[in-house]
Nanobody, 122 residues
Framework: QVQLVESGGGLVQAGGSLRLSCAAS????????MGWFRQAPGEEREFVAA????????KYADSVKGRFTISRDNAKNTVYLQMNSLKPEDTAVYYC???????????????WGQGTQVTVSS
């Protein structure tokens, strides 16, 4: 069983920055692909970013490319999402997730955190 705990959400003005963190309770920090998702009110949960087990490869949703950066510190069992140039449409609950799938295939997300609220005011 893997537990994921997000932190770092809050209220920020448009154009500002936030850094989300996700602490994972795992035996091996590099045992899972890690990702971030978000869900806005009335919307479906959507993929934001993912990082490979050793952090060498990343992928992003088109809507956040160039503004968000995902990274991980396996020694600390923590994954981060640096969010810059935030827009009101980035407002959502952000979720951390862990996948045991192989990078390059269809990712199945096995574990989810409880989420952290990010609100961007205009």
């Amino acid at each position: 069983q893997v537990q994921l705990v997000e932190s770092g959400g809050g209220l920020v003005q448009a154009g500002g920055s936030l850094r989300l963190s996700c602490a994972a309770s795992v035996r091996r920090g590099n045992g899972y692909i890690m990702g971030w998702f978000r869900q806005a009110p009335g919307e479906e949960r959507e993929f934001v970013a993912a990082v490979s087990r050793v952090g060498s490869v990343t992928k992003y949703a088109d809507s956040v490319k160039g503004r968000f950066t995902i990274s991980r510190d396996n020694a600390k069992n923590t994954v981060y999402l640096q969010m810059n140039s935030l827009k009101p449409e980035d407002t959502a609950v952000y979720y951390c997730a862990a996948s045991s799938s192989l990078w390059g295939g269809v990712l199945r997300w096995d574990y989810w955190g409880q989420g952290t609220q990010v609100t961007v005011s205009s």
